[in-house]
């Protein structure tokens, strides 16, 4: 059990308890004015009581202290990490204008990048089952209009229609780590 392995008294988990009553309200608060997502401060604070636990013998400042800094850091981390990956979106984004504007121009690395964005997706397409696969290359590689679809395979619009869906919610979510090339697949290929 984590309390004996931590060697907790139970006096300690008990101040444990009292300290998450009492101190995660204002944590979440705390942390909300520096994340607006309320999901995420609160992934942020439950980790930095979990940091606390795991660490609760050898915290040489208060508690509180301990628990405020944990949750400014995480956040401060987080704020970090979305300027980063804002300013990465926003250069795939201008390299894409560029290559819009100028598509006659060969460059090693668009071509290197339009490979890999390629494989991304021809693997995420590979994962897809077996009706939604047909459907979704016919619809996006051959072009085929909903309706034909439909007529070849003799099945609804509607089903076409509700596989597509399902290929491209699939597909968001393989590619959700690959944000800027999840978008320039959307929108190279919804219609």
Same mark, same amino acid.
């Given at each position: 059990?984590?309390?004996?392995?931590?060697?907790?008294?139970?006096?300690?988990?008990?101040?444990?308890? !009292?300290?998450?009553?009492?101190?995660?309200?204002?944590? @979440?608060? @705390?942390?909300?004015?520096?994340?607006?997502?309320?999901?995420?401060?609160?992934?942020?604070?439950?980790?930095?009581?979990?940091?606390?636990?795991?660490?609760?013998?050898?915290?040489?400042?208060?508690?509180?202290?301990?628990?405020?800094? !944990?949750?400014?850091?995480?956040?401060?981390?987080?704020?970090? !990490?979305?300027?980063?990956?804002?300013?990465?979106?926003?250069?795939?984004?201008?390299?894409?204008?560029?290559?819009?504007?100028?598509?006659?121009?060969?460059?090693?690395?668009?071509?290197?990048?339009?490979?890999?964005?390629?494989?991304?997706?021809?693997?995420?397409?590979?994962?897809?089952?077996?009706?939604?696969?047909?459907?979704?290359?016919?619809?996006?590689?051959?072009?085929?209009?909903?309706?034909?679809?439909?007529?070849?395979?003799?099945?609804?619009?509607?089903?076409?229609?509700?596989?597509?869906?399902?290929?491209?919610?699939?597909?968001?979510?393989?590619?959700?780590?690959?944000?800027?090339?999840?978008?320039?697949?959307?929108?190279?290929?919804?219609?």
């Amino acid at each position: 059990m984590p309390c004996e392995k931590l060697k907790m008294s139970r006096q300690d988990v008990k101040h444990f308890e !009292s300290l998450f009553q009492q101190m995660q309200p204002r944590l @979440f608060a @705390f942390c909300c004015k520096y994340v607006e997502d309320k999901e995420q401060a609160r992934d942020f604070v439950q980790d930095c009581f979990i940091s606390l636990w795991e660490n609760y013998g050898s915290v040489a400042s208060s508690f509180e202290s301990y628990l405020f800094t !944990s949750v400014r850091n995480r956040c401060l981390s987080y704020i970090r !990490s979305r300027k980063v990956h804002a300013e990465y979106e926003e250069a795939v984004l201008l390299r894409i204008r560029e290559i819009e504007i100028h598509p006659e121009m060969p460059e090693p690395l668009t071509d290197l990048y339009l490979k890999e964005l390629n494989e991304i997706i021809a693997h995420s397409v590979e994962k897809l089952p077996e009706k939604c696969r047909e459907i979704f290359r016919m619809s996006r590689y051959r072009g085929l209009k909903n309706q034909e679809i439909a007529d070849r395979l003799h099945i609804s619009v509607r089903t076409v229609e509700a596989q597509i869906y399902n290929a491209l919610k699939i597909l968001k979510e393989d590619l959700k780590d690959y944000l800027p090339v999840s978008l320039i697949f959307f929108l190279l290929f919804s219609k």
